[in-house]
């Protein structure tokens, strides 16, 4: 079909490095999105490694809500839930 797009997700996940205690739950979730540097913080990968559903899940997981998660296509901050 000549619409056709390729399906790109719309969640973008952000790390606070501040924030992040090197817990490393989010790399369990989404290892192809998050992954720890050689000062075991968190960094992003890719943005399209992992679906939005695991990116959502992964940010949920960060026990000091290091990890915000902004529709791209609304602008609105998805979590931390404000
Ligand atoms: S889950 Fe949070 S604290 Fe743990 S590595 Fe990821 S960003 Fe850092």
Request: glycine share 4%; net charge negative; proline share 4%.
């Amino acid at each position: 079909m000549a619409d056709q797009v390729k399906q790109i997700g719309k969640y973008r996940v952000e790390v606070i490095r501040d924030k992040c205690i090197s817990a490393a739950s989010c790399v369990a979730i989404a290892p192809k999105v998050f992954d720890l540097d050689e000062e075991s913080l968190a960094i992003i990968l890719s943005q399209d490694g992992n679906d939005d559903d695991t990116k959502l899940l992964a940010a949920q997981s960060c026990p000091t809500m290091a990890i915000i998660v902004t529709n791209i296509e609304t602008g609105e901050q998805v979590w931390p839930v404000k």
